[in-house]
């Protein structure tokens, strides 16, 4: 039911700001746009996401699972699909959870690595945004970079608290209870590993900071296509305020909720209606460009597993050295 009404409302969203943005001026704007720009755009989101695959692939390593670029690439790919049609990009994070802790024992460890992954994702994101806003947007918008900075702040913290306790309560709880505090219990202690492993955490981080400047670059150029006079780096605080409204669960791919964040934000710099949603049409081709490439990969079967892996994972997670998975 919660998704139908989801849909529904992205469908009523998505109606209004069309109907605000008159649909003539926004269709004028996208066939006004540089192809030469737009693809460049989208080639740099799959630039992006392989510096994001790269990080989820050390963060694997640093406990010793051995995984293959293509595979976690391709699971990232998939998991961009499943964020078009469920609601929120975290149903996407979860789906790309779902498939890879069948490919090995340590599950704790891989549903960590997921989670860090997307938390680390978040604080590049901040960092990114506040960098912005420290170069050019303090003076436009004095109080995003206070938003910014706690959000940063909070998002730290409560990473770092997470893996504290992780066996307190495991003891104490019993029955079907005692089945869901033992495993939230491993993926804490897990969680632990990684907060504790400095190097892993800033190897992270570097590489996230690297992830959403490409988006946020890519974000620029589509404005670029579009002829908007906007600085690149105005671009990345308005593009860690939208980045942040995609992941709440309210809508289908982000449709509503990008929409009225773009439309909203930009209009202190003077950008119409129109164009406005025309740039989020552009970052909605390049999120629907990934999960084509993420149906074909999963329509293939690239992302499972084989028979034959399946044992070889089973029987390299059981030794000290750790989970390989081709």
């Known amino acids: 039911m919660l998704p139908m009404i989801r849909m529904v409302g992205t469908l009523l969203a998505l109606g209004l700001l069309l109907a605000l943005g008159q649909v003539s001026e926004i ?21 992006a996401f ?8 050390r963060l694997l390593a640093s406990r010793n699972i051995v995984v293959g670029f293509g595979r ?14 469920l609601p929120g990009q975290l149903a996407g994070e979860a789906v790309k959870t779902i498939r890879v802790i069948h490919e090995a024992e340590r599950r704790s460890v891989l549903v ?15 960092i990114i945004g506040l960098a912005g806003w420290a170069a050019v947007g303090a003076s436009r918008e004095p109080a995003a970079g206070a938003v910014l900075g706690v959000a940063l702040v909070v998002l730290l913290v409560a990473s770092w608290l997470l893996a504290s306790g992780a066996d307190k309560k495991a003891s104490q709880a019993v029955g079907m209870f005692s089945r869901v505090a033992s495993a939230t219990g491993r993926f804490r202690c897990a969680w632990r590993e990684y907060r504790d492993d400095s190097a892993a955490l800033l190897e992270a981080l570097c590489l996230s900071i690297v992830f959403q400047g490409l988006l ?3 974000t620029w150029v589509f404005t670029r296509a579009l002829g908007l006079e906007i600085s690149v780096w105005d671009v990345a605080w308005v593009f860690a305020f939208v980045s942040v409204a995609q992941i ?11 929409d009225g964040a773009l439309v909203g934000l930009l209009a202190g710099f003077e950008v119409s209606q129109a164009n406005a949603l025309a740039l989020s049409f552009l970052i909605l081709m390049s999120f629907l460009a990934q999960g084509l ?8 079967g690239l992302t499972r597993t084989e028979q034959g892996d399946d044992a070889h994972v089973n029987r390299e997670s059981d030794g000290p050295s750790g989970t390989g998975i081709p």
């Open 27 to 47: 269709v004028s704007a996208i066939a006004g746009a540089s192809i030469v720009l737009a693809a460049t755009g989208i080639a740099l989101t799959f630039v």
């Open 50 to 57: 392989g510096v994001s695959t790269l990080k989820w692939q």
């Open 72 to 85: 976690l690439y391709s699971l990232n790919m998939l998991a961009q699909l499943y964020s078009l049609v």
């Open 112 to 126: 960590a690595s997921v989670a860090l992954d997307r938390i680390t994702g978040l604080a590049g994101l901040l």
């Open 216 to 218: 946020a670059f890519s």
């Open 248 to 258: 709440l669960p309210i809508s289908m791919a982000g449709v509503g909720t990008r």
């Open 293 to 300: 490439v993420g149906a074909v990969v999963d329509i293939l």
